[in-house]
């Protein structure tokens, strides 16, 4: 029996969990923190860690007391925080950007710098520490202009702004209300780009890499694509519009020049690369890099996958991913609705603002797991095994099916049947597209 250490808490940590086991009948999945409702005899969570701990020393002691064969990290802030380069010190196989190369996502500056010097169409842009200089500068140029927090905010601290009204706005949120927290210190300004916005993940091991099925993700909080960005209330997967000649251009135009631009900078990159683009006319623009899988697109995307996952992780670890059979994917439709703390009477809400934690949820025994499956993110289980709120995604509901309609059917008839005070969804994912 082979074990493995997943390091995240979101529904995307489950969805490598879940991955793991299902595909491989002889591995165990130790999650940390992870999540103790799930329910499964090979995926075991150890909810004392704390993920966010900037010091990796209690994770690291944790894979060495089990001695796990592997360690993958899923969560931004361990790879910002240099978890990878910890347990590779302690002599552990480990998946996951180092701290430098998990600076492609927590440095958005450091990202466009690297663009620019290596001619990776990007979006011009300007960067501030300070709020007085970062106004001006949009007084300046004028809007629709995007302003972001330079360290990742998991999908958050993102403002579309066609106005300059709302530029000033996000600044003053960023910069001076430090509503994203201390990212907020640097922000970057760049132009809007105006075409279709293309998602790209791709499982790197140095100089080789797999691409993993495309995906839709609706990162606007609210039905119709309103509301401000947030880290994505659903996705679904297949892509409708994935054809090889759609993952050939992003091959040529962005991925390889990326990888070269990389390994140019001594980066050695492992693990997925959620490449962000947008397609203007012919060509690729990068928007930005997450050093690791999606959430929510990890819950429609890997549900997918039936190749044996954990040789797929030795391929990658033993930089033998060219000589791989290709994955082997279902052609099943896959949907994920985001089940979120809304409003409560007492907090707004996610993404809102400051989210209500305690909440009982209900209804998850009525779920049918043939038509529906649940990924845990924001949820913990009480000391008498109550299951309560315990974030802003707390919940994400897949359904599957041989359409995209029947899976978009399964997925609101099991979130239908989940109750908690304040949850908040999207009516509409997969039903309109986010770039309509
Ligand atoms: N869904 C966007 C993200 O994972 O950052």
Redesign the pocket.
């Known amino acids: 029996m082979r074990s493995v250490l997943v390091v995240d808490n979101s529904g995307r940590g489950h969805a490598f969990a879940d991955l793991f086991v299902r595909t491989d009948p002889d591995v165990v999945v130790h999650y940390a923190p992870g999540c103790e409702a799930i329910e499964h005899d090979r995926i075991v969570s150890a909810p004392w860690l704390d993920l966010y701990d900037p010091d990796p020393a209690p994770m690291v002691r944790h894979a060495l007391e089990l001695g796990v064969d592997l360690v993958l990290v899923g969560h931004p802030r361990p790879l910002a925080n240099g978890y990878v380069d910890a347990f590779r010190a302690a002599g552990l196989a480990v998946i996951g950007p180092d701290r430098a190369a998990a600076r492609l996502e927590s440095s958005k500056v450091f990202t466009k710098d690297l663009c620019a010097e290596y001619g990776i169409a990007t979006a011009a842009y300007r960067w501030f520490d300070a709020p007085e200089p970062a106004v001006e500068h949009v007084r300046e140029v004028g809007a629709p202009v995007v302003v972001k927090c330079d360290y990742s905010c ?2 958050n601290g993102v403002f579309v702004c066609e106005t300059v009204d709302e530029a000033v706005e996000a600044i003053e949120r960023l910069m001076v209300a430090r509503d994203f927290g201390p990212g907020g210190a640097r922000v970057v300004i760049e132009d809007k780009l105006v075409g279709k916005e293309q998602l790209f993940f791709v499982l790197v091991s140095g100089e080789q890499y797999v691409m993993l099925p495309m995906a839709v ?1 609706y ?1 606007r909080s609210e039905d119709g694509n309103e509301g401000p960005m947030c ?2 209330m659903g996705a679904f997967c297949p892509h409708p519009e994935e054809t090889p000649e759609v993952v050939d251009r992003f091959r040529r135009q962005m991925l390889e020049p990326l990888l070269a631009a990389v390994r140019a900078e001594g980066m050695d990159y492992t693990g997925v690369l959620y490449a962000d683009c947008m397609l203007v006319g012919d060509r690729l623009y990068l928007i930005e890099i ?1 050093a690791r899988m ?4 990890a819950e429609v995307v890997f549900p997918r996958i039936t190749s044996d996952f954990t040789e797929v992780c030795a391929a990658v670890l033993e930089r033998r991913l060219d000589r791989l059979p290709p994955l082997a994917l279902t052609d099943e439709y896959f949907v994920d609705v985001a089940a979120t703390q809304g409003p409560d009477g007492v907090h707004p809400g996610w993404p809102y603002g400051s989210v209500g934690r305690g909440h009982p949820v209900r209804g998850l025994a009525d779920l049918d797991p043939e038509r529906c499956q649940v990924f845990y993110g924001g949820a913990r289980v009480m000391g008498d095994g109550a299951l309560v709120t315990d974030g802003g995604k707390v919940l994400h509901l897949v359904g599957r099916g041989d359409t995209l309609e029947q899976a978009i059917d399964h997925a609101y008839e099991g979130i239908a049947k989940i109750g908690f005070t304040g949850i908040r969804y999207r009516t509409d994912i997969g039903k309109v597209m986010p770039w309509e």
């Open positions: 998991q999908g993700d990162p880290g994505g997450n999606g959430d929510p697109e």
